[in-house]
């Protein structure tokens, strides 16, 4: 769904309600986003429980793990615009969508085949 561009809409709210509502996790505590795409669903969820559970946002917290790791090791960017460069194994147009999410400046995308 959401590699497809659907997200913050009408169809992602249907699938949500339709993934979340099952009897099994209906009355949850706690949610672990356990994917990298999730957190663009994540206001979505918390509308959906109303705040009522916690969710744990898997991609900040290895975000943040990162950062300390280069840190520590003295790694971490020193704050200068640095490059850019995505390899994909498949192109589609609607992963080059998603990539202005996260990145605003129109991207090259360097096809590479992994099966040769």
Not at 29 to 52: M, Q, R, S, V, W
Request: glycine share 4%.
């Amino acid at each position: 769904m959401i590699e497809e561009g659907f997200f913050n809409n009408k169809i992602s709210r249907t699938v949500i309600n339709s993934y979340l509502s099952r009897p099994k996790i209906k009355k949850i505590d706690a949610l672990i986003l356990a994917c990298t795409h999730y957190p663009l669903i994540k206001a979505e969820i918390t509308e959906y429980y109303k705040g009522n559970i916690t969710i744990v946002d898997s991609a900040a917290i290895v975000a943040r793990f990162v950062k300390q790791s280069l840190a520590a090791s003295k790694l971490l960017h020193s704050g200068k615009a640095g490059k850019h460069r995505f390899y994909i194994s498949d192109f589609t147009k609607s992963f080059e969508q998603s990539t202005k999410i996260f990145f605003k400046d129109k991207l090259k995308l360097e096809h590479k085949n992994l099966w040769k």
